[in-house]
């Protein structure tokens, strides 16, 4: 019954935000762009203008013969030249027009740089303004066609944050990973990170479906309340049956709740933080090793692998890696367990990997 409940409250909005136009989101998904300077965008917008300029002007001369000027005298090159500009720059014909080649020549090199100048000045912003919201509608359009088995990131607060980075450091392509919040700081901190960002709250299934969970690999859920992690959890297996679903928790006693909503791992942030705390006091270099242990871009760094057919027969315990556990059939088993003195293919080991060599 509650849960059928809280099923109908995450269905109460009627319109789906995945089904709006895409010109409709460009407010709640933002994809990472990379930044150019204005003069560089200026440099742009004149090579494209003489671009233009000079095609006019090779398409006028090649048709010369069929134009002639007030003085009924053929067109040369740089008559093609002066009637392509001042048809570009709109300037028209008026009752003071240029007749000698020296006239026509200044009003190429002086009076048109400063019409497109003022031009630029004018209708800039404008222009760029449209120009970056189509520029967004059809990125958001081609991420959503494309995005498949990537990773969401819900919550960017310390936890999501390093994650994202931890991921990023393991050599996960920053373009492959989706954060969810609400909080707009929040997301320019993980856009200028690159990664992909939707604006909303996980806990409304539609939201969650805008940054595409029924395709994810994984969901990560880093909320800092255990109550809403327990909901999001819940969303995204609903949306996402098939996902893995990494979820953290504040307190041992809601583990269980996370488990029951479909995570498949869960982390007690307190708890864990405590033990480590704790063997400080004792014996703090073991916290610089799981420090180190647990970045992956530096020093040493826990990774999984595939067992060789060569490695197969063989004990994990007697491996050139540092085996510290063997994934057999989803299910983590120590080393020295009895069941798996002899690898199987198929099993997955648990090793201290070295990300300097591998570099």
Known sequence: MAEGALRRRLRRFDQSLADLPVHALTDRVQIPTTMVSPSRRITVRVVYALAALFAAVFIVYFDRDGYRDAQDNPLSFLDCLYYATVSLSTTGYGDITPITPSARLVNVLVITPLRVAFLIVLIGTTVETLTTQSRQVYQIQRWRNRVRNHIIIVGYGTKGRTAAAAMVGDEVAPADIVVVDEDVAALERAKSAGLVTVRGSATDSEVLRLASAQHAKSIIVATNRDDTAVLVTLTARELAPNAKIIAAVREAENQHLLKQSGADSTVVTSETA?????????????VEVMEDLLTPDAGFAIAEREVTPKEAG????HQSDIVLGVVRNGKLIRVDEPEVDALELG???????????ER
């Open 314 to 317: 063989g004990s994990p315990r």
């Open 347 to 357: 099993d997955r080991l648990l090793y201290i990997r070295s990300a300097d060599a």
């Open 274 to 286: 405590g033990r480590l705390l704790g063997i400080a006091v004792q014996t703090p270099s073991v």
